[in-house]
């Protein structure tokens, strides 16, 4: 079965700590390229960090330095190690697979996870 499943999100208070798992089943894990998006209520989903296939990464401006993205390609799971949290990170945290083929671009969604901020 093709899918990505999310786990680890919860209710946190500001300054805590989670971390988010995605494990990736009936794609080739290794030659995609994995991100964590996120979606504020009443908000556009945005890109939060991704890790390539060679394991470069990028982040969201506003997450840097507090976000930490990693993958593991034996489980075929990414990681998002979220530290020092704040309200306004307060989102569905949702895994995205892709990978550019010769003639397409080939993309899979997980279901989400939420991830709560607050005291």
């Not at 894990?29 to 994995?34: D, I, L, P, T």
């Amino acid at each position: 079965q093709v899918q990505l499943v999310e786990s680890g999100g919860g209710l946190v208070q500001p300054g805590g700590s989670l971390r988010l798992s995605c494990v990736a089943s009936g794609i080739t894990f290794s030659s995609n390229a994995m991100g964590w998006y996120r979606q504020a209520p009443g908000k556009q989903r945005e890109l939060v960090a991704e890790i390539t296939s060679g394991a470069s990464t990028k982040y969201l401006d506003s997450v840097k330095g507090r976000f930490t993205i990693s993958r593991d390609n034996a489980k075929n799971t990414v990681y998002l190690q979220m530290n020092i949290l704040k309200p306004e990170d307060t989102a569905v945290y949702y895994c995205h697979a892709g990978r550019r083929m010769p003639s397409t671009y080939l993309e899979l969604w997980g279901q989400g996870t939420l991830v709560t901020v607050s005291s």
